[in-house]
């Protein structure tokens, strides 16, 4: 079921799915900021109404959080601006007989054989990782020695791809790191927390207490690292 309700003057598309569940009614904002309710069957539209009144600030709020997530993560394609490591640079396009980027300064040119969407992103991916994985190539050693060596562990092959939901995933039964290429919006140092947190959970595969403060050992300054990811 849709249904369309008006919270502090803005009008939000609201999907409604009943099932049988252990609570009530569930809430979740998606990405592109409509909302996702799941409840028991028989909640009225009222109902859910007057819940999703009750949860404003926290609805607005996250909104706020995802277009800035949103404005950070731009790859060129929306243009003017784009997030590098951290600091904003103007996005400039120009033609050219090969497709590849150059930054100077604060400016980041894309020099293209095609302006379409597709050909900016496949050019900002393969920048980034190339970049990302220099970066990492000069952080892993501290890990390589303080993580698995000192434990008896294979070292890992570290990998670079585009995934929308995670920084990083740790195969632990291949010994494989993947980090995401949307690390490359933010500062160095949150690249630095995602490269620890994957290799820690070669000792630790779950989130447990144990696991963070694992992670603390090494590196006292991850939460605030960690928190950088989800303020910008």
Not at 54 to 62: L, R
Not at 79 to 95: A, D, N, S, T
Request: hydrophobic share 35%; glycine share 4%; charged share 25%.
């Amino acid at each position: 079921m849709h249904m369309i309700v008006n919270i502090a003057g803005r009008d939000y598309q609201v999907e409604v799915t009943y099932k049988r569940m252990k609570s009530l009614i569930i809430l979740r904002v998606k990405e592109d900021g409509v909302l996702r309710v799941s409840c028991r069957p028989g909640v009225s539209e009222a109902y859910i109404a007057s819940f999703l009144q009750s949860k404003a600030k926290w609805i607005q709020k996250t909104t706020n959080t995802q277009k800035r997530h949103e404005m950070m993560n731009r790859e060129g394609v929306q243009g003017p601006i784009v997030y590098w490591l951290g600091e904003k640079k103007y996005v400039r396009y120009e033609p050219s007989s090969r497709n590849y980027l150059f930054i100077d300064g604060d400016i980041l040119t894309f020099y293209l054989k095609s302006m379409d969407q597709k050909t900016i992103e496949t050019t900002f991916r393969k920048h980034a990782s190339k970049v990302l994985m220099n970066m990492v190539n000069g952080l892993r050693e501290e890990w390589d020695i303080k993580v698995c060596e000192a434990n008896g562990l294979p070292l890992p092959t570290i990998g670079i791809r585009y995934m929308t939901s995670r920084w990083g995933v740790c195969y632990t039964s291949r010994s494989k790191i993947m980090l995401s290429t949307r690390l490359i919006h933010y500062p160095s140092v949150c690249l630095e927390a995602i490269l620890l947190h994957e290799y820690t959970h070669f000792l630790v595969p779950n989130h447990s207490k144990r696991f963070y403060q694992a992670i603390l050992k090494h590196m006292p300054q991850y939460y605030e690292y960690e928190a950088i990811l989800k303020r910008m």
